[in-house]
């Protein structure tokens, strides 16, 4: 493994009428050839960028665009280690 990246993974469910959140931590591995997350498994074949964008207070949401779409994680940390070394192993390709 490269580097893990943590994130933010909100689940909603109703219990006695109310709609509760809870947040789980999880992480976003990079490896030579891949990015895992909690549900998924992306090829860095089929990843076409990774960006991020800053919000209010600490938070931000990391977006990986891949050949299947776009996916979104909440984040309370820059992902700045996760993009840039991203960008060197497309960069060696």
Known sequence: MLCSHSYWKVDRRIEDNEQVYEENEQ?????????????????????LDITFKEMSGRTGFLYLHTTRGVYSFCTDAKPDR???????????N
């Open 82 to 92: 996760l993009i840039e070394i991203y960008k060197e192993i497309k960069h060696q």
């Open 27 to 47: 992480f976003i591995r990079m490896y030579h050839d891949r990015i895992t997350t909690a549900s998924d498994i992306f090829q860095l074949r089929d990843i």
